[in-house]
C-alpha cells in the first residue's frame, strides 16, 4: 500500500467554483502534513502545513481527520491562476525530515 | 535572501557517463534532501544529509548513485554510469535546523537529467 494516495484528477472547475482535494495515508503515527502546488515542469512550493486544529489560509482551508486518515484542501472562489498540481505531503511516524509525497491532483480552473 | 539553487538546469549524458548534480541550501538552511520525479509520478525521497554526514539513504538505489554535503561547498547527488531509466527531474530542498520549530522544506528548480 502507497504511504500517501490522492485521486489523480483532473478537477475541471468553473473560475469562482469551490473545489476540495482529499489525501489519504496509511502511517497512522504521521505526525505532519503539507499541501505543495506544482506547476508544470517547476519545483513544488509550500502551500501550507495542515495543522490537528485545521488552519485557513485566504481562499484555502486545509483539514487533518487523524481517526480517518486523511487530509483535505478546500479552494473557495477559484482563480485561473490556482491551476496547478496540489501535492500532499506527509512524514512518516516521527521522523519529521523524510517527506513522502502523493502523485498529485491536477486542477484545471477554466475561464 | 536566495532561495534553494540547482545547477545545471539541464543535463544530457549517454548511456555510461556520469552525471553530477549540485544544490545549495537556502542561507541558514543546514538539512539537505534529495529527491527523484519521474514523468507524470510524484516525488520520491532518495536522501536526507547533513554538514559531512549522510543521515538517511533509505530512498537512494544501492548501485551507482552517492550524495554527499561536504563541510564547505554545495551538496552533490552523483550517478555513475547512467541509464535511459535515470532520466528523470531531480528536485533539492533545504530546510532550517532542528529546535526552529519547523519543518517546512523549500525546494531548488531542479536539474532535469536526460539520458541518451
Known amino acids: 500500500r502507497k504511504e500517501v494516495e490522492q485521486d489523480p484528477g483532473p478537477f475541471n472547475v468553473p473560475e469562482g467554483a469551490t473545489v476540495a482535494f482529499n489525501c489519504t495515508y496509511s502511517n497512522s503515527a504521521s505526525q505532519s502534513f503539507f499541501w505543495y502546488r506544482q506547476d508544470c515542469r517547476k519545483e513544488p512550493k509550500l502551500l501550507m502545513s495542515v495543522y490537528s486544529s485545521g488552519n485557513e489560509d485566504g481562499r484555502f482551508t486545509a483539514q487533518l481527520n487523524r481517526a480517518s486518515q486523511y487530509i483535505s484542501l478546500l479552494i473557495r472562489d477559484s482563480k485561473l491562476s490556482d491551476s496547478a498540481t496540489y501535492l500532499c505531503?506527509?512524514?512518516?511516524?516521527?521522523?519529521?525530515?523524510?517527506?513522502?509525497f502523493g502523485s498529485g491532483t491536477k486542477l484545471n480552473v477554466k475561464p | 535572501n536566495a532561495g534553494v539553487m540547482q545547477n545545471p538546469r539541464h543535463l544530457v549524458r549517454r548511456r555510461g557517463q556520469e552525471a553530477r548534480l549540485r544544490c545549495s541550501p537556502m542561507k541558514g538552511h543546514s538539512h539537505v534532501y534529495w529527491y527523484r520525479q519521474l514523468p507524470e509520478e510524484g516525488l520520491k525521497f532518495m536522501v536526507y544529509l547533513q554538514k559531512e554526514n549522510i543521515i538517511d539513504e533509505s530512498g537512494m538505489p544501492k548501485e551507482r548513485f552517492s550524495a554527499e554535503f561536504p563541510k564547505e561547498g554545495p551538496s552533490i547527488l552523483r550517478i555513475q554510469q547512467v541509464v535511459r531509466g535515470d532520466s528523470a527531474a531531480y528536485f533539492c530542498a533545504s530546510s532550517p535546523p532542528e529546535g526552529g520549530g519547523s519543518y517546512e522544506q523549500y525546494f531548488g528548480p531542479g536539474t532535469r537529467l536526460t539520458v541518451t
Open positions: 505531503v506527509v512524514t512518516p511516524g516521527d521522523n519529521f525530515n523524510k517527506f513522502y
